[in-house]
DNA sequence: GATGAATGAGAGTTCATTCAT
DNA sequence: TATGAATGAACTCTCATTCAT
């Protein structure tokens, strides 16, 4: 139904629609999964806003939990892919430690908030029963190489002389906390939108009492 | 499974049923929600467990909304009940704040890290979209007055001349997300049993960020 | 519930209201089988019709069957004994027999057109395969005999010289034909109320042709 | 009991199921709710009467309601398609009224008596409340249309000098009141099958009355 | 490879009916 | 006697999944 998706490069033989057609499928299902939880996402559902038919979706990922595990690894990935690129920027060249902890907590909490990042972690919770290695996936590869990944510039950062943290894991562990168990009940578990000035002062108390814990002047 | 369904006194006529049996599906149910999640778990399964027949179930609590609505708050009201209780043991009439948060902090985290805790945060998150006014009952009436109170101690302790919080439910709000963010991926939602050893040390550093940042040397 | 709803005399020791509750409940079952038929009228929503309680449904009359077979019963006597009545008037005390017959016919076919009338036969039609033996008590004890009675005030007149009407019970059927026949489609099965002209003028077009038949200048 | 329910050509490979599907469903729809009646009638035996399984049933009509509707549309149009043959047939080429409104008024019966023809009316009469929509198209495009269709050939043959009928359309709902207005007790609601002789019989009276009060030498 | 049609299994809900007071 | 509570049976409808084209 929706041959022409694909701009296939002229004069060669790839078969582009086909896998612009699983990735269609696959954010269809994230959609649709996201919106009725996993039991009450109907498959036809997942299809017709892939603008395909009902077989095809079954054609290309064997069956619903496949639908649904893989729907998730690609919504963790792209998750996890922007909060490392939000904590790379963490670097010392600028002098001012507060500036940049508010800045990367702000981003941080940016990315916290989506739509997409609530959707995933509310159905990361919700079916981790029925898909206990998906927490695997999504913390192993997510949350947790997003604290080392903190913990890295943390370190560099005391090396530097601009922190004393003696624990940089768990420094970077609280760092996080701080930033989003606020939210939790502040967005309501994502149902209500948090304005932007919001997320700014959460992330400056965050940096605060961060700061003050493990600021320079402290050993 | 269910040894509190029914505490007659022994040797006196049992009436065919009537007194606690709401009491029994309730439980029953939640059992069962938190088994499956609202969709799959199934009002037959809640009868068995209950010790009922399924219209018995549908006698007492109209629909499988209504029913799971019940479960819920029940089970939100006893586990804000529980917390707020350990938040009440935070009296300054201990000379040694550091020991009594530490106390505190851990007990917190034995309330939030108990199965029940989880299974009442999994659905709650699960079932979000089509519960939207659980969030309400459950955090209004849950997480912001355990917030609230925790303040309430936070004050009374700053005026003792023990802690140097200026914002109180700012500091509360912190004190939480210290003690509760890192619990997430360590217990991966609730999926693995978190060793006391590791409540107690968690609890440990966040009353020692909490203290560097808000103890009675800082203003 | 409705303990006061009789006035039994007092000083006598009558159990009226055991009567008046079973009437109660007749009543109601006729009311809510003609809303709803025989299978989707159930037995709670006549119980609250009637202001007593489900049990008390099943002690009077044994079970839903029973109900519905003692509350057409009535029904169809009442319907019978007012239809019996009007053709009663047809006497030949009035020499105009246009007049008298038109009068007839206008009244019969207000007990036709009354609601319950119109329930009654719609009940019948649609429970006549589970309840067989109702049409006998209807037909036989009810359209049958008004036929039969309306046959003998027609061969009266006859034989008073005022119709030609050789054979009364076909006259008498045919006049009846004429004068609900065209009621069936006019009145919607009785989902529209018809307004008392058209009554008229179906009863005198009605007469007007069976006079042409049987008028007393025919043989 | 199905025997029309496919008629693909022998030696042909028939598909799983496709063309006569919706068809076969239907009419064993009717069947099923000529039966047991709406609310009776369920679902399953519906989709062995067919040949379905009860899912396929539910694909090509959505819902029992709209199951219902179509059955007895198809039930009503097919009537009224045999009804309006027969009065076609009433032309005035044949010189002798009498006869030719003999053999009419013997084949509506016929019609009228037919065992479908019974259930239709039954089932209009007993779901009257439910679907009120249907009068219309049973009577609107039934009954009346044979009245009307009956009001012209009749007004033809007063216009040839065979009858003296001044209002067509009276005279032509008076003829079938007096042709169909006995069978409702004499057949007893479609329950007892009435013999030919008898049918006859009732058509020739109704007839010779019809004749008495417009024939030729009535003005 | 993509699809229309078909199906087996299963869930929520209702209801007539019966205990036990 | 009248009733609140309980239950077994049944029914509609949905959905994941598979044929056959």
Redesign the interface.
Known sequence: MNTATSSAAPGQHVPRGRIDKRQAILDAAFTVFA??????ACVQEIATEAGVAKPTVYNHLHDKETLFRHAMEAAANRAMAENLAVVDQLTDHGADVRAALDEVGYQLLQRHCDDRSWAL??L??????RF?DL?DIA?ATG??RI?QALADRVARLTLAGHLAATEPV?AA??F???L???M??RA????RPVPDRELRAVAR??V???L???GEG?A
């Open positions: 919106r009725h939880g996993f039991a009450l972690r509310r990361l919770n919700a079916e981790v029963n206990p927490i913390h949350a947790n604290t768990e562990e609280q996080l906390a701080l989003t168990g606020p939790e009940s309501r578990l994502g149902t108390a965050a605060r009492t961060f003050r814990a493990y402290r």
